[in-house]
Protein backbone atom coordinates (compact mmCIF):
# COMPACT_ATOMS: atom_id res chain seq x y z
CA UNK A 1 0.00 0.00 0.00
CA UNK A 2 1.63 3.55 -0.93
CA UNK A 3 2.22 5.68 1.72
CA UNK A 4 1.29 9.65 2.23
CA UNK A 5 3.80 12.29 1.95
CA UNK A 6 4.68 13.21 5.13
CA UNK A 7 3.77 16.14 6.08
CA UNK A 8 7.39 18.20 6.58
CA UNK A 9 6.16 21.39 7.47
CA UNK A 10 5.02 20.27 11.52
CA UNK A 11 7.39 19.24 14.78
CA UNK A 12 5.08 16.40 16.00
CA UNK A 13 6.53 14.95 19.15
CA UNK A 14 7.94 11.82 16.91
CA UNK A 15 9.81 13.99 14.96
CA UNK A 16 11.23 16.19 17.72
CA UNK A 17 12.74 12.81 19.43
CA UNK A 18 13.94 11.51 15.98
CA UNK A 19 15.25 15.21 15.31
CA UNK A 20 16.89 14.93 19.23
CA UNK A 21 18.92 11.40 18.88
CA UNK A 22 19.54 11.69 15.15
CA UNK A 23 23.18 10.58 14.70
CA UNK A 24 23.40 12.93 11.98
CA UNK A 25 27.36 12.72 10.27
CA UNK A 26 29.70 14.73 12.31
CA UNK A 27 27.31 15.58 15.12
CA UNK A 28 28.75 13.98 17.96
CA UNK A 29 32.59 14.81 17.17
CA UNK A 30 31.27 18.42 16.77
CA UNK A 31 29.18 18.36 20.02
CA UNK A 32 32.22 16.49 21.92
CA UNK A 33 34.54 19.72 20.45
CA UNK A 34 32.01 22.15 21.47
CA UNK A 35 31.96 20.93 24.88
CA UNK A 36 35.90 20.45 25.24
CA UNK A 37 36.04 24.06 23.98
CA UNK A 38 33.72 25.63 26.23
CA UNK A 39 35.56 23.70 29.26
CA UNK A 40 38.81 25.05 28.14
CA UNK A 41 36.94 29.02 28.20
CA UNK A 42 36.11 28.21 31.70
CA UNK A 43 39.50 27.17 32.65
CA UNK A 44 41.11 30.08 31.35
CA UNK A 45 38.62 31.96 32.88
CA UNK A 46 38.89 30.74 36.17
CA UNK A 47 42.81 30.86 36.24
CA UNK A 48 42.28 34.87 35.27
CA UNK A 49 39.83 35.06 37.19
CA UNK A 50 37.31 36.57 35.00
CA UNK A 51 34.11 37.35 36.19
CA UNK A 52 31.15 36.38 34.99
CA UNK A 53 32.42 33.68 32.92
CA UNK A 54 29.26 32.01 32.05
CA UNK A 55 29.34 34.97 29.10
CA UNK A 56 32.41 34.06 27.64
CA UNK A 57 31.06 30.04 28.02
CA UNK A 58 27.61 30.86 26.22
CA UNK A 59 29.29 33.23 23.63
CA UNK A 60 31.86 29.53 22.48
CA UNK A 61 28.78 27.64 22.70
CA UNK A 62 27.09 30.08 19.92
CA UNK A 63 29.69 30.62 18.04
CA UNK A 64 31.76 27.69 17.94
CA UNK A 65 31.89 26.20 14.51
CA UNK A 66 32.17 22.71 12.88
CA UNK A 67 35.67 22.55 10.79
CA UNK A 68 38.99 24.08 11.63
CA UNK A 69 38.90 27.17 8.70
CA UNK A 70 35.82 28.64 10.20
CA UNK A 71 36.73 28.82 13.81
CA UNK A 72 39.62 30.36 12.78
CA UNK A 73 38.26 33.20 10.63
CA UNK A 74 35.35 33.56 12.87
CA UNK A 75 37.69 33.86 16.05
CA UNK A 76 39.87 36.98 14.35
CA UNK A 77 36.58 38.19 13.40
CA UNK A 78 35.43 38.49 16.81
CA UNK A 79 38.17 39.62 18.29
CA UNK A 80 38.67 42.81 15.90
CA UNK A 81 35.08 43.75 16.01
CA UNK A 82 35.36 43.46 20.15
CA UNK A 83 38.49 45.97 19.95
CA UNK A 84 36.49 48.02 17.59
CA UNK A 85 33.39 48.18 19.82
CA UNK A 86 35.75 48.71 23.09
CA UNK A 87 37.14 51.96 21.76
CA UNK A 88 33.63 52.81 21.28
CA UNK A 89 32.62 51.95 24.55
CA UNK A 90 35.62 54.06 26.32
CA UNK A 91 34.13 57.12 24.76
CA UNK A 92 31.16 56.27 25.88
CA UNK A 93 32.10 55.64 29.48
CA UNK A 94 33.56 59.09 29.72
CA UNK A 95 30.19 60.36 28.28
CA UNK A 96 27.88 58.29 30.97
CA UNK A 97 29.94 57.97 34.26
CA UNK A 98 27.96 59.58 36.77
CA UNK A 99 25.05 59.91 34.26
CA UNK A 100 22.34 57.75 34.67
CA UNK A 101 19.88 59.40 32.39
CA UNK A 102 23.42 58.65 29.46
CA UNK A 103 23.54 55.22 30.11
CA UNK A 104 19.92 54.55 29.41
CA UNK A 105 20.40 56.70 26.25
CA UNK A 106 23.38 54.66 25.39
CA UNK A 107 21.85 51.59 26.12
CA UNK A 108 18.71 51.79 24.10
CA UNK A 109 20.92 53.30 21.03
CA UNK A 110 23.02 50.17 21.12
CA UNK A 111 20.60 48.09 21.13
CA UNK A 112 18.98 49.92 18.01
CA UNK A 113 21.90 49.87 16.05
CA UNK A 114 22.90 45.96 16.87
CA UNK A 115 19.12 44.82 16.09
CA UNK A 116 18.99 46.82 12.90
CA UNK A 117 22.81 45.35 12.08
CA UNK A 118 20.81 41.90 13.00
CA UNK A 119 18.20 42.05 10.89
CA UNK A 120 19.81 44.52 7.72
CA UNK A 121 23.00 43.07 7.22
CA UNK A 122 25.32 39.90 6.94
CA UNK A 123 26.35 40.35 10.75
CA UNK A 124 23.45 38.36 12.09
CA UNK A 125 24.01 36.52 14.67
CA UNK A 126 27.02 37.96 15.24
CA UNK A 127 25.58 41.46 15.89
CA UNK A 128 23.62 39.82 18.77
CA UNK A 129 26.32 38.16 20.79
CA UNK A 130 28.03 41.63 20.31
CA UNK A 131 25.42 43.69 21.74
CA UNK A 132 24.67 41.17 24.66
CA UNK A 133 28.58 41.58 25.56
CA UNK A 134 28.51 45.64 25.17
CA UNK A 135 24.71 45.95 26.70
CA UNK A 136 25.97 43.43 29.79
CA UNK A 137 29.07 46.10 29.75
CA UNK A 138 27.07 48.96 30.32
CA UNK A 139 25.07 47.55 33.06
CA UNK A 140 28.21 46.43 34.93
CA UNK A 141 29.17 50.50 34.70
CA UNK A 142 25.64 51.92 35.94
CA UNK A 143 25.63 49.12 39.07
CA UNK A 144 29.35 50.44 40.01
CA UNK A 145 29.96 54.03 38.73
CA UNK A 146 32.93 54.45 39.57
CA UNK A 147 35.94 55.09 37.34
CA UNK A 148 38.30 52.66 37.65
CA UNK A 149 35.81 49.46 38.16
CA UNK A 150 34.20 51.08 35.04
CA UNK A 151 37.28 50.70 33.20
CA UNK A 152 38.02 47.18 34.63
CA UNK A 153 34.43 46.19 33.64
CA UNK A 154 35.15 47.11 29.98
CA UNK A 155 38.51 44.96 30.05
CA UNK A 156 36.53 42.10 31.02
CA UNK A 157 33.76 42.63 28.50
CA UNK A 158 36.84 42.79 26.09
CA UNK A 159 37.81 39.01 28.12
CA UNK A 160 34.34 38.14 27.30
CA UNK A 161 34.90 37.88 23.62
CA UNK A 162 38.69 37.67 23.59
CA UNK A 163 38.43 34.30 25.23
CA UNK A 164 36.56 32.70 23.77
CA UNK A 165 37.68 33.89 20.10
CA UNK A 166 40.98 33.14 21.25
CA UNK A 167 40.03 29.37 22.12
CA UNK A 168 38.68 29.27 18.16
CA UNK A 169 41.84 29.90 16.83
CA UNK A 170 44.30 28.01 18.95
CA UNK A 171 41.66 25.07 19.52
CA UNK A 172 40.34 25.17 16.87
CA UNK A 173 43.35 24.58 14.76
CA UNK A 174 44.52 21.83 16.78
CA UNK A 175 40.99 19.43 17.50
CA UNK A 176 38.71 20.60 14.66
CA UNK A 177 38.40 18.74 11.16
CA UNK A 178 39.28 20.25 8.29
CA UNK A 179 36.75 21.14 5.60
CA UNK A 180 37.48 19.21 2.98
CA UNK A 181 36.75 15.62 5.62
CA UNK A 182 33.63 17.64 6.46
CA UNK A 183 32.29 17.77 2.95
CA UNK A 184 33.41 14.13 1.97
CA UNK A 185 31.61 13.04 5.65
CA UNK A 186 28.26 14.63 4.48
CA UNK A 187 28.65 13.12 0.53
CA UNK A 188 29.05 9.82 2.26
CA UNK A 189 26.15 10.15 4.47
CA UNK A 190 23.94 10.81 1.41
CA UNK A 191 25.37 7.43 -0.31
CA UNK A 192 24.78 5.65 2.85
CA UNK A 193 20.98 6.49 3.55
CA UNK A 194 20.71 6.08 -0.30
CA UNK A 195 21.88 2.21 0.02
CA UNK A 196 19.61 1.76 3.23
CA UNK A 197 16.60 2.58 1.38
CA UNK A 198 17.08 0.14 -1.80
CA UNK A 199 17.63 -2.27 1.03
CA UNK A 200 14.85 -1.63 2.94
CA UNK A 201 12.82 1.26 2.68
CA UNK A 202 10.80 2.33 5.33
CA UNK A 203 9.18 5.66 6.38
CA UNK A 204 11.38 6.76 8.58
CA UNK A 205 14.11 6.59 6.07
CA UNK A 206 12.27 8.24 4.00
CA UNK A 207 11.70 11.08 6.40
CA UNK A 208 15.56 11.16 7.41
CA UNK A 209 16.13 11.34 3.27
CA UNK A 210 13.06 14.30 3.09
CA UNK A 211 15.68 16.18 6.02
CA UNK A 212 18.69 15.65 4.23
CA UNK A 213 17.72 16.70 0.83
CA UNK A 214 16.00 20.14 2.17
CA UNK A 215 19.54 21.00 3.22
CA UNK A 216 20.25 21.18 -0.77
CA UNK A 217 24.05 21.51 -1.40
CA UNK A 218 24.68 24.91 0.52
CA UNK A 219 26.39 23.37 3.73
CA UNK A 220 28.58 21.24 1.30
CA UNK A 221 29.21 24.10 -1.07
CA UNK A 222 30.63 25.88 1.82
CA UNK A 223 32.97 23.15 3.44
CA UNK A 224 34.07 23.12 -0.69
CA UNK A 225 35.29 26.67 0.07
CA UNK A 226 36.59 26.59 2.58
CA UNK A 227 38.68 23.81 1.78
CA UNK A 228 40.26 25.94 -1.25
CA UNK A 229 41.16 28.48 1.52
CA UNK A 230 43.41 26.30 3.18
CA UNK A 231 45.72 25.96 -0.45
CA UNK A 232 47.05 22.33 0.66
CA UNK A 233 44.24 20.37 -1.86
CA UNK A 234 44.76 19.64 -5.34
CA UNK A 235 42.51 22.13 -7.55
CA UNK A 236 41.80 18.53 -9.30
CA UNK A 237 40.67 16.81 -6.46
CA UNK A 238 38.07 19.88 -5.07
CA UNK A 239 36.76 20.06 -8.49
CA UNK A 240 35.97 16.29 -8.76
CA UNK A 241 34.20 16.38 -5.42
CA UNK A 242 32.44 19.60 -6.40
CA UNK A 243 30.86 17.48 -9.26
CA UNK A 244 30.25 14.67 -6.13
CA UNK A 245 28.53 17.27 -4.16
CA UNK A 246 25.35 17.71 -6.88
CA UNK A 247 25.15 13.67 -7.95
CA UNK A 248 25.17 12.83 -4.48
CA UNK A 249 22.17 15.41 -4.16
CA UNK A 250 20.99 13.44 -7.11
CA UNK A 251 21.10 10.24 -5.91
CA UNK A 252 19.66 10.30 -2.95
CA UNK A 253 16.71 11.99 -4.57
CA UNK A 254 16.59 9.86 -7.39
CA UNK A 255 16.92 6.62 -4.65
CA UNK A 256 13.73 8.45 -3.00
CA UNK A 257 11.51 8.45 -5.92
CA UNK A 258 12.41 4.92 -6.40
CA UNK A 259 11.66 3.80 -3.05
CA UNK A 260 8.57 6.07 -2.58
CA UNK A 261 5.70 4.18 -0.75
CA UNK A 262 7.64 1.08 0.22
CA UNK A 263 7.90 -0.04 -3.42
CA UNK A 264 9.31 -3.71 -3.67
CA UNK A 265 12.35 -3.09 -6.06
CA UNK A 266 15.73 -5.09 -6.36
CA UNK A 267 18.71 -3.46 -7.86
CA UNK A 268 21.49 -6.00 -8.88
CA UNK A 269 23.55 -7.04 -5.86
CA UNK A 270 26.86 -5.48 -7.93
CA UNK A 271 24.80 -2.09 -7.73
CA UNK A 272 24.20 -1.99 -4.29
CA UNK A 273 28.09 -3.19 -3.57
CA UNK A 274 29.74 -0.42 -5.77
CA UNK A 275 27.48 2.30 -4.19
CA UNK A 276 28.71 0.69 -0.47
CA UNK A 277 32.31 0.93 -1.93
CA UNK A 278 32.01 4.36 -2.92
CA UNK A 279 30.53 5.41 0.55
CA UNK A 280 33.51 4.02 2.16
CA UNK A 281 35.38 5.23 -0.48
CA UNK A 282 34.09 9.15 0.53
CA UNK A 283 34.17 8.54 4.45
CA UNK A 284 37.83 7.88 4.24
CA UNK A 285 38.85 11.27 2.83
CA UNK A 286 38.96 10.12 -0.87
CA UNK A 287 36.73 9.88 -4.04
CA UNK A 288 35.97 6.73 -6.44
CA UNK A 289 37.12 6.86 -9.89
CA UNK A 290 36.44 5.02 -12.80
CA UNK A 291 32.92 3.76 -11.77
CA UNK A 292 31.80 0.78 -13.86
CA UNK A 293 28.07 -0.56 -12.87
CA UNK A 294 26.16 -3.32 -14.22
CA UNK A 295 23.28 -2.89 -16.80
CA UNK A 296 20.31 -2.65 -14.80
CA UNK A 297 16.47 -1.98 -15.26
CA UNK A 298 15.14 0.97 -16.90
CA UNK A 299 13.86 2.20 -13.89
CA UNK A 300 17.70 2.22 -12.87
CA UNK A 301 19.00 4.41 -15.75
CA UNK A 302 19.16 8.07 -15.11
CA UNK A 303 20.31 6.93 -11.45
CA UNK A 304 23.18 4.61 -13.10
CA UNK A 305 24.13 7.59 -15.08
CA UNK A 306 24.56 9.88 -11.93
CA UNK A 307 26.74 7.17 -10.41
CA UNK A 308 29.20 6.74 -13.61
CA UNK A 309 29.80 10.47 -13.48
CA UNK A 310 29.66 10.90 -10.08
CA UNK A 311 33.18 12.44 -9.84
CA UNK A 312 33.57 13.65 -13.41
CA UNK A 313 36.60 16.11 -13.26
CA UNK A 314 35.42 18.21 -16.55
CA UNK A 315 32.16 18.13 -15.35
CA UNK A 316 33.36 19.07 -12.07
CA UNK A 317 34.97 22.15 -13.86
CA UNK A 318 31.90 23.33 -15.97
CA UNK A 319 29.82 23.79 -12.89
CA UNK A 320 32.02 26.57 -11.56
CA UNK A 321 30.63 28.37 -14.92
CA UNK A 322 27.35 27.54 -14.14
CA UNK A 323 26.67 28.83 -10.53
CA UNK A 324 28.53 31.85 -11.13
CA UNK A 325 25.69 32.57 -13.63
CA UNK A 326 22.94 32.41 -10.54
CA UNK A 327 25.32 34.40 -8.14
CA UNK A 328 24.10 37.87 -7.31
CA UNK A 329 26.30 40.50 -5.80
CA UNK A 330 25.58 41.76 -2.34
CA UNK A 331 27.32 43.74 0.08
CA UNK A 332 27.16 43.94 3.89
CA UNK A 333 24.08 45.27 3.97
CA UNK A 334 21.25 43.73 2.81
CA UNK A 335 19.76 45.93 -0.82
CA UNK A 336 16.51 46.72 1.43
CA UNK A 337 18.54 47.78 4.26
CA UNK A 338 17.15 51.28 4.20
CA UNK A 339 13.82 50.75 2.32
CA UNK A 340 12.10 48.03 4.19
CA UNK A 341 10.45 49.22 6.87
CA UNK A 342 10.76 46.03 8.82
CA UNK A 343 14.36 45.88 9.45
CA UNK A 344 13.49 49.49 11.29
CA UNK A 345 10.45 48.15 13.44
CA UNK A 346 12.25 44.54 14.30
CA UNK A 347 15.32 46.99 15.36
CA UNK A 348 12.08 49.22 17.53
CA UNK A 349 10.83 45.83 19.03
CA UNK A 350 14.21 44.40 20.16
CA UNK A 351 15.18 47.89 21.84
CA UNK A 352 11.83 48.15 23.50
CA UNK A 353 11.95 44.37 24.87
CA UNK A 354 15.39 45.43 26.50
CA UNK A 355 14.35 48.64 27.67
CA UNK A 356 11.40 46.95 29.81
CA UNK A 357 13.51 44.63 30.79
CA UNK A 358 16.37 47.19 31.93
CA UNK A 359 13.90 49.27 33.76
CA UNK A 360 12.15 45.90 35.37
CA UNK A 361 14.85 44.87 36.94
CA UNK A 362 15.84 48.28 38.11
CA UNK A 363 12.30 49.59 39.27
CA UNK A 364 12.47 46.34 41.52
CA UNK A 365 16.02 46.46 42.32
CA UNK A 366 16.32 43.06 42.27
CA UNK A 367 20.08 42.90 40.32
CA UNK A 368 20.22 38.88 40.07
CA UNK A 369 17.48 39.39 37.56
CA UNK A 370 19.77 41.15 35.14
CA UNK A 371 19.63 37.83 32.83
CA UNK A 372 16.09 39.18 31.69
CA UNK A 373 18.39 42.24 29.16
CA UNK A 374 20.14 39.60 27.98
CA UNK A 375 17.62 37.11 26.79
CA UNK A 376 16.21 39.68 24.87
CA UNK A 377 19.35 39.71 22.32
CA UNK A 378 19.16 35.54 22.33
CA UNK A 379 15.49 35.05 21.77
CA UNK A 380 14.32 38.01 19.41
CA UNK A 381 12.75 36.59 16.42
CA UNK A 382 11.42 38.68 13.09
CA UNK A 383 7.76 37.10 12.47
CA UNK A 384 5.16 36.44 14.95
CA UNK A 385 5.13 32.58 13.70
CA UNK A 386 8.91 31.98 14.31
CA UNK A 387 8.00 33.41 18.51
CA UNK A 388 5.33 30.74 18.43
CA UNK A 389 7.33 27.84 17.12
CA UNK A 390 10.07 28.64 19.29
CA UNK A 391 8.81 29.25 22.42
CA UNK A 392 8.50 25.61 23.41
CA UNK A 393 12.15 25.66 22.91
CA UNK A 394 13.20 28.59 24.39
CA UNK A 395 10.84 27.97 28.20
CA UNK A 396 11.59 23.79 27.54
CA UNK A 397 15.58 24.37 27.15
CA UNK A 398 15.71 27.19 29.87
CA UNK A 399 14.15 25.25 32.53
CA UNK A 400 15.88 21.97 32.11
CA UNK A 401 19.34 24.03 31.76
CA UNK A 402 18.09 25.44 35.40
CA UNK A 403 16.81 22.31 37.06
CA UNK A 404 20.76 21.42 35.01
CA UNK A 405 22.11 24.01 37.37
CA UNK A 406 20.01 24.13 40.81
CA UNK A 407 20.13 20.19 40.81
CA UNK A 408 23.83 20.06 40.29
CA UNK A 409 24.65 22.87 42.93
CA UNK A 410 22.37 21.15 45.42
CA UNK A 411 24.09 17.34 44.01
CA UNK A 412 27.38 18.10 42.92
CA UNK A 413 28.57 21.08 43.88
CA UNK A 414 29.10 20.36 48.24
CA UNK A 415 31.29 17.48 47.00
CA UNK A 416 33.62 19.33 44.31
CA UNK A 417 37.10 20.10 45.90
CA UNK A 418 39.40 20.70 42.79
CA UNK A 419 39.40 22.85 40.08
CA UNK A 420 38.91 19.20 37.80
CA UNK A 421 35.92 18.16 39.19
CA UNK A 422 34.21 20.78 38.79
CA UNK A 423 35.27 21.52 34.91
CA UNK A 424 34.20 17.54 34.63
CA UNK A 425 30.62 18.65 36.05
CA UNK A 426 30.33 21.84 33.67
CA UNK A 427 31.88 19.88 30.90
CA UNK A 428 28.62 17.29 31.02
CA UNK A 429 26.22 19.99 30.96
CA UNK A 430 27.80 21.81 27.98
CA UNK A 431 27.83 18.43 26.39
CA UNK A 432 24.03 18.12 26.67
CA UNK A 433 23.56 21.54 25.16
CA UNK A 434 25.85 21.41 22.66
CA UNK A 435 24.66 18.27 21.43
CA UNK A 436 21.03 19.67 21.17
CA UNK A 437 22.58 22.84 19.78
CA UNK A 438 23.98 20.63 17.05
CA UNK A 439 20.78 18.99 15.93
CA UNK A 440 18.54 19.72 13.39
CA UNK A 441 17.41 23.60 13.30
CA UNK A 442 13.93 23.07 14.54
CA UNK A 443 15.76 21.96 17.87
CA UNK A 444 19.01 23.61 18.34
CA UNK A 445 17.54 26.35 19.21
CA UNK A 446 16.52 24.97 22.71
CA UNK A 447 20.55 23.71 22.90
CA UNK A 448 21.59 27.61 23.28
CA UNK A 449 18.62 28.05 26.03
CA UNK A 450 19.95 25.31 27.64
CA UNK A 451 23.50 25.96 28.00
CA UNK A 452 22.16 29.91 29.17
CA UNK A 453 20.34 28.72 31.87
CA UNK A 454 22.98 26.20 33.28
CA UNK A 455 25.74 28.42 32.27
CA UNK A 456 24.21 31.39 34.53
CA UNK A 457 23.37 29.48 37.40
CA UNK A 458 26.53 27.50 37.96
CA UNK A 459 29.06 30.22 36.68
CA UNK A 460 28.52 33.03 39.16
CA UNK A 461 32.15 33.46 40.63
CA UNK A 462 35.35 31.63 41.22
CA UNK A 463 35.09 27.54 41.59
CA UNK A 464 32.06 25.93 42.53
CA UNK A 465 29.52 27.95 43.98
CA UNK A 466 26.33 26.72 46.44
CA UNK A 467 24.05 30.32 46.54
CA UNK A 468 21.11 28.58 45.02
CA UNK A 469 19.21 32.22 45.15
CA UNK A 470 21.76 33.82 42.45
CA UNK A 471 20.41 30.24 40.05
CA UNK A 472 17.06 30.95 41.28
CA UNK A 473 17.45 34.77 40.34
CA UNK A 474 19.35 34.44 37.11
CA UNK A 475 16.40 31.45 35.94
CA UNK A 476 14.02 34.03 37.01
CA UNK A 477 15.53 36.44 34.68
CA UNK A 478 15.44 34.30 32.01
CA UNK A 479 11.56 33.51 32.27
CA UNK A 480 10.90 36.95 32.61
CA UNK A 481 13.14 38.46 29.20
CA UNK A 482 11.46 35.63 27.37
CA UNK A 483 8.06 36.57 28.04
CA UNK A 484 8.80 40.68 27.36
CA UNK A 485 10.42 39.69 24.51
CA UNK A 486 7.44 37.44 23.40
CA UNK A 487 4.47 40.26 24.33
CA UNK A 488 6.71 42.93 22.50
CA UNK A 489 6.90 41.29 19.37
CA UNK A 490 3.61 40.23 19.26
CA UNK A 491 2.01 42.97 20.50
CA UNK A 492 2.74 45.62 17.91
CA UNK A 493 4.01 45.52 14.24
CA UNK A 494 3.32 42.25 14.37
CA UNK A 495 4.48 40.81 11.20
CA UNK A 496 3.23 37.24 9.75
CA UNK A 497 5.62 34.19 8.04
CA UNK A 498 2.58 33.98 5.48
CA UNK A 499 4.04 37.31 4.02
CA UNK A 500 7.34 35.84 3.43
CA UNK A 501 6.31 32.80 1.13
CA UNK A 502 5.98 34.60 -2.17
CA UNK A 503 10.12 34.97 -2.19
CA UNK A 504 11.02 31.37 -1.99
CA UNK A 505 8.12 29.86 -4.15
CA UNK A 506 8.97 32.45 -6.43
CA UNK A 507 12.77 30.80 -6.83
CA UNK A 508 11.30 27.22 -6.52
CA UNK A 509 9.26 27.80 -9.57
CA UNK A 510 12.11 29.42 -11.43
CA UNK A 511 14.78 26.76 -10.90
CA UNK A 512 11.95 24.23 -11.86
CA UNK A 513 11.48 25.96 -15.52
CA UNK A 514 15.20 26.34 -15.83
CA UNK A 515 15.31 22.68 -15.33
CA UNK A 516 12.33 21.80 -17.44
CA UNK A 517 14.51 23.71 -20.30
CA UNK A 518 17.70 22.90 -19.84
CA UNK A 519 19.50 19.80 -21.62
CA UNK A 520 22.51 20.30 -19.63
CA UNK A 521 22.73 17.25 -16.62
CA UNK A 522 25.17 19.09 -15.21
CA UNK A 523 23.11 22.69 -14.83
CA UNK A 524 19.98 20.28 -13.75
CA UNK A 525 21.92 18.84 -11.23
CA UNK A 526 23.17 22.74 -10.02
CA UNK A 527 18.87 23.45 -10.02
CA UNK A 528 18.18 20.71 -8.08
CA UNK A 529 19.76 21.36 -5.20
CA UNK A 530 18.61 25.20 -5.44
CA UNK A 531 15.58 24.35 -5.52
CA UNK A 532 15.28 21.94 -2.65
CA UNK A 533 16.99 24.89 -1.14
CA UNK A 534 14.28 26.93 -1.73
CA UNK A 535 11.43 24.29 -1.46
CA UNK A 536 13.08 23.87 2.86
CA UNK A 537 12.24 27.47 3.15
CA UNK A 538 9.31 27.71 1.63
CA UNK A 539 8.24 25.06 3.84
CA UNK A 540 9.89 26.20 7.16
CA UNK A 541 8.05 29.52 6.53
CA UNK A 542 4.86 27.83 6.16
CA UNK A 543 5.52 25.59 9.48
CA UNK A 544 6.02 29.24 11.24
CA UNK A 545 2.77 30.87 9.32
CA UNK A 546 0.30 27.33 10.45
CA UNK A 547 1.38 28.39 14.39
CA UNK A 548 -0.03 32.12 14.13
CA UNK A 549 -3.27 33.35 15.94
CA UNK A 550 -6.27 32.63 14.28
CA UNK A 551 -6.76 36.25 13.29
CA UNK A 552 -3.61 36.20 11.36
CA UNK A 553 -4.33 33.23 9.75
CA UNK A 554 -7.69 34.41 8.56
CA UNK A 555 -6.01 36.14 5.95
CA UNK A 556 -3.75 33.54 4.74
CA UNK A 557 -6.06 32.98 1.78
CA UNK A 558 -3.15 31.14 0.03
CA UNK A 559 -2.39 29.03 2.33
CA UNK A 560 -3.70 25.58 1.72
CA UNK A 561 -2.51 26.29 -2.05
CA UNK A 562 1.36 26.78 -0.66
CA UNK A 563 0.62 23.52 1.05
CA UNK A 564 -0.34 21.45 -2.12
CA UNK A 565 1.93 23.18 -4.09
CA UNK A 566 5.36 22.35 -1.77
CA UNK A 567 3.96 18.65 -2.39
CA UNK A 568 3.74 18.72 -5.95
CA UNK A 569 7.18 20.81 -6.36
CA UNK A 570 8.42 17.37 -4.18
CA UNK A 571 7.21 15.07 -7.28
CA UNK A 572 8.17 17.43 -9.92
CA UNK A 573 11.78 17.46 -9.17
CA UNK A 574 12.02 13.84 -9.10
CA UNK A 575 9.75 13.65 -12.51
CA UNK A 576 12.65 16.21 -13.94
CA UNK A 577 15.43 13.84 -12.83
CA UNK A 578 13.93 10.54 -14.62
CA UNK A 579 11.82 11.80 -17.56
CA UNK A 580 13.60 15.36 -18.31
CA UNK A 581 12.44 14.75 -21.73
CA UNK A 582 9.10 15.16 -21.50
CA UNK A 583 7.56 18.52 -23.06
CA UNK A 584 4.48 18.40 -20.35
CA UNK A 585 6.85 19.35 -17.20
CA UNK A 586 6.61 23.03 -18.39
CA UNK A 587 3.34 23.13 -19.38
CA UNK A 588 2.36 21.51 -15.18
CA UNK A 589 5.07 24.08 -13.98
CA UNK A 590 3.11 27.10 -15.45
CA UNK A 591 -0.41 26.33 -14.59
CA UNK A 592 1.02 25.55 -10.81
CA UNK A 593 2.69 28.44 -10.80
CA UNK A 594 -0.12 30.54 -12.02
CA UNK A 595 -2.58 28.77 -9.19
CA UNK A 596 0.00 29.75 -6.45
CA UNK A 597 1.76 33.22 -7.30
CA UNK A 598 -1.37 34.87 -9.19
Known amino acids: MAQPVPDSIHLTAARFWRLLWDPAPGRSGYALRMAGACAVVILVCEIWQVPESAVPALVTVAVWQKDRVTNVLAGVALNILIALVILLLFGLVHLTLDHPMAIVVATALLSFLFFFLGSASKLKPVAYLLALVIVYAMIAIDQAPIGEVATRALLYADLFILVPGATMVVLGLLICPSPKTLLTQEIAARLRLSLALLQHPTPALQEQATD ?66 MADCFSKGSYPIDITLPETPAEFAELRTILTQFCC ?81 RISGALVGGAMGIGSIIVF ?81 SSSAYTKLAKPFADIFAGLKQM ?24 RTMEFASLEPAHMRAGMTHFNAYRAAARQVEQSLETLLVTPEDPAHLIRVTSLEQSVLS
Open 212 to 277: MLRTGADSMLKYLRLAGLEKIWRKDDLACLHQAIYSSVATLTLTQALTRGNRNIAPPQEFLLTLSE
Open 313 to 393: FDTGQDIERIEKSFKKKSGFLFPDAFTNPEHVRFAVKGTAAVMCSYFLFKVLNWPGIHTCVITCFIVALPTMGEMVSKLTL
Open 413 to 493: MPHLHTIAAFLCMMSAGALLASWVKTGDERISYAGLQIALAFFLSDLKSYGPTTDMTTARDRIIGILIGNFITYAVFTTFW
Open 516 to 539: CTTHNLTERLVLLARTQTALAKAE
